[in-house]
């Protein structure tokens, strides 16, 4: 299974990212607790999948961050506890 890649992101991902994070209005708290759960630099599915947050689901496939959901979204793929 692979791990979260954190360095050298495509620059469009990067960018639609950070969009994410400032349109749905993502806290610093809430990416705080983001950052806590890569430190422990977690295994993730090699296809879609997605981390629950309290305000926030952070949605990726293999091993990208692919997109930021409010929690009242629907994401796709297996759940990572």
């Given amino acids: 299974m692979p791990k979260i890649r954190r360095q050298n992101l495509p620059p469009e991902l990067l960018n639609h990212l950070l969009d994410r994070v400032a349109e749905r209005e993502i806290s610093a708290n809430q990416l705080g607790q983001f950052a ?46």
């Fill in 36 to 81: 806590d759960w890569l430190a422990i630099d977690p295994e993730v599915p090699e296809g879609e999948w997605f981390k629950r947050f309290p305000e926030m689901i952070v949605c990726g496939e293999g091993s990208l961050v692919k997109t930021f959901l409010r929690a009242g979204q629907a994401p796709s793929g297996e759940e990572v506890l």
